[in-house]
């Protein structure tokens, strides 16, 4: 890997505890190890899209949120969410 | 009342005809899921289910949703601190065309933190255990879905499968788990990791309960222009004529590998016509493409979660840029990794080196592909190269949870529907197998699963 553990998380805008340090080396040597596979390969000249299966246009006006609506919805809600991450 | 073992299809039948009720079986599945979820770990959040009133084909029976598929009203967190209370104000349109067809929900269930991994041991709520053995990994990333359904704490289930999400944790369980084809189901609240490859599709008891919620939710949304009207109308293929690629089956580990070699005789005896490819010529590149696909994508996809737009607000002195590293901390090891990567992937210089060629490949494979299926219906491979790990293992050793992915990605990079069943039993535990057809044939690849499920009978349901 070009870059450390460390120039990465700064490149992700990522903060990485001590602990989960050596868990994600151990990852990222995993995925790297993948990716060399592609070393052999030549770089293609035109990238690839997957085509969606015919063109659409799209036919309808494009929803709005109202904002009023969204928070009725959360405030309805929210106190039952927000006191730990079990509901059980 | 007892519905263990039932098809989703028998109990609507039986509610049609008035024998149950509605109400009793969400409370079935209600005191199941309360009295298991502790062991199971299948729930994130479980609804308390209502006096159902509904008309619709559906008549309001609770289907469990995968944590990241946005329900209105209810808590979506993608099995992720960072989404922790999350509610979404809207339904995907999946969840509001089950909604329309007379569906409620049950709850939303546990998976790898955003869909990343293959085993549910990725979740900030705990990992999901196997109902088979709750030593082992059930599987993931859809692994509540899985879980619940396997464990009777759901009739069926909604997931999603990105690189094999719904048919890992199907085969791991027993249950049957169906990909359709990318584009067939709207991805419109689906939290996106890898729009690319992920798509919604349902993990169910048996081939026809998959196929009556995939009808359901199936069909072009106006709001995913990458969807599309799906063919639905019944197949009969007749005696089917089936693929073997010989260089997938030789990944699986000798136990998957005998029992995937019995279901053929026996599906032989029963009509189907095998043939065999040695080799698959992009096959060392497989996991290599979905890998820098995945990654370069969710590195995009997850830039929204920067505690500004999504994520926690947080009281950090500093600037912006220490701001937002401490929002995305919350992220777990296998989210970052994959992130870090996809960074990296992207990063000028190393754009062409890998993700350009990631892409070369994928369209490779996909001509590859549509070269290989003239003349046939369907490719048969085992789902997974190996049996259920036990929890923890996957985290100690990522290499081994990445190549887990094998014999699962090469649908999501062809776009075809896939559905694994179980095929047999190793031990304690079952072995899937699963059917690939071209992009539309899913109707196709049903069919051909329905009768594969007849012949093998490995799991029977009423």
Redesign the interface.
Known sequence: MKYSTTKLSRLAAIRIRKDEEDLIRKKLEALEELLSRLDSVEVPKEAFVLAPEGYHEREDVPVQFESDEVLKTFNSVKDRYVKGPRTL | MNLKGRSFLTILRDVERGSISPDDVNEYYYRNA?AL??TINA????IKPQQSSSDGPLRGIGIAVKDNIST????T?CAS?ML??Y?P??DATAVERLKNNGGSILGKTNMDEFAMGSSGENS??GPTRNPINTDYVPGGSSSGSAAAVAAEMAPIALGSDTGGSIRAPASFTGTVGFKPS??AVSRYGLIAYAN?LEVIGVISKTVKDAELLFKMIAG?D??D??S?NVDLTSRDVGRPRILVLRSFVRMADERVQKVFYDSISKLERAGFIFDYLDEFREI??V???Y??IA?AEA?TNLSRY?GIRYGPRLDVAGNW?SY???A??F?G??V??????????L?AG?Y???Y????????EI?AEFERIMKGYDAVYIPTMPVLPWKIGEG?RD??MA?AADVLTVLPNLT?SPAISIPVGKSGEFFVGGQFIGL??DDMKIISIASEAENALEVVRHE
């Open positions: 309360l979820n502790n729930y994130i959040t479980l209105r009203g209810i808590r967190t601190r922790e209370n509610v104000p809207y900030a709520f990318y584009g690319s072009r106006l709001r222009s990458t599309f060392d590149y996991l290599s493409s890998y820098t990654c590195s920067d840029r937002i590293e401490a995305r901390g992220f090891s296998e970052k990794a994959r992130i870090m990567m996809g960074t990296f992937i990063s190393y062409e080196t890998y350009l060629k990631a892409l070369q490949i994928r369209k996909r985290i990522p290499k990445y776009g992009r539309g």
